[in-house]
T-cell receptor, first 113, second 116 residues
C-alpha cells in the first residue's frame, strides 16, 4: 500500500490567496483526520471525518478554513483567504476506525508570505 | 475527556545509554495509548500501542512501554540509545471504543537528542 498521500508537499503563497491541500487516505480506512503542526502550538487536530461525514470540526481555527470529504478516497482542506499565521505543516492521517491506529501522511509545508 | 502530559520537552542521552521518555495520561474510561515518532521533515510513525492485554508493549526499533494503571503512566524506554533514535516522540491517548466518536489526543512531544 502506498500509505497516506498528500499533495502538494510544499506550498508557498501570498497572503490573501486561496490554498487547497489534498489527501488520499489508505484504501479501506474510514476515518480521516487533518492536523496542523507549528513550533508554537505543537500538533493540533483541526477536523476529522468518519465514513466521509465530519464528526468534529471544533479545532478549525476560523471560518477561513474548510474541509470536505466527497468520497472515501479523497479529502481537501481549504484556506481562503490565507494569512501568514497559517504557515505550518499540515498533516492528514487515516485510520480503520476512530479509536484505532492513525497512519500519517508526509505532510504539506505551507508558507504564506 | 482525555489528556496526556509529557514530562520534559527535550531529553539528551549518550549513545548506548538508557532512553526514558515520560508520559502520564488522564482518562475517564480505560484508554488506548500510543507512542509515535517523528523524524525531521516527516510525518508521525507509530512506535507501539497499548489497547488491552499485556501491559508491557514492545514496538519497533527496540522500544517498549509499560501501561501502569495505578500510576496513570505509559513511559517509553529503550535499553541502549542509537544515534538514529534522535527524533521527536509523541504520546497519545484515545478512549477505548464505546460506539461513539473518539479522537486521539497528543502530548506536546519530547525531542530526543543522542550524543556520542
Amino acid at each position: 500500500d502506498a500509505g497516506v498521500i498528500q499533495s502538494p508537499r510544499h506550498e508557498v503563497t501570498e497572503m490573501g490567496q486561496e490554498v487547497t491541500l489534498r489527501c488520499k487516505p489508505i484504501s479501506g480506512h474510514n476515518s480521516l483526520f487533518w492536523y496542523r503542526q507549528t513550533m508554537m502550538r505543537g500538533l493540533e487536530l483541526l477536523i476529522y471525518f468518519n465514513n466521509n461525514v465530519p464528526i468534529d470540526d471544533s479545532g478549525m481555527p476560523e471560518d477561513r478554513f474548510s474541509a470536505k470529504m466527497p468520497n472515501a478516497s479523497f479529502s481537501t482542506l481549504k484556506i481562503q483567504p490565507s494569512e501568514p499565521r497559517d504557515s505550518a505543516v499540515y498533516f492528514c492521517a487515516s485510520s480503520p476506525g476512530l479509536a484505532y491506529t492513525q497512519y500519517f501522511g508526509p505532510g504539506t509545508r505551507l508558507t504564506v508570505l | 475527556a482525555q489528556s496526556v502530559t509529557q514530562l520534559g520537552s527535550h531529553v539528551s542521552v549518550s549513545e548506548g545509554a538508557l532512553v526514558l521518555l515520560r508520559c502520564n495520561y488522564s482518562s475517564s474510561v480505560p484508554p488506548y495509548l500510543f507512542w509515535y515518532v517523528q523524524y525531521p521533515n516527516q510525518g508521525l510513525q507509530l512506535l507501539l500501542k497499548y489497547t488491552t492485554g499485556a501491559t508491557l508493549v514492545k514496538g519497533i526499533n527496540g522500544f517498549e512501554a509499560e501501561f501502569k494503571k495505578s500510576e496513570t503512566s505509559f513511559h517509553l524506554t529503550k535499553p541502549s540509545a542509537h544515534m538514529s533514535d534522535a527524533a521527536e516522540y509523541f504520546c497519545a491517548v484515545t478512549l477505548s471504543y464505546t460506539g461513539t466518536a473518539s479522537k486521539l489526543t497528543f502530548g506536546t512531544g519530547t525531542r530526543l537528542q543522542v550524543t556520542l
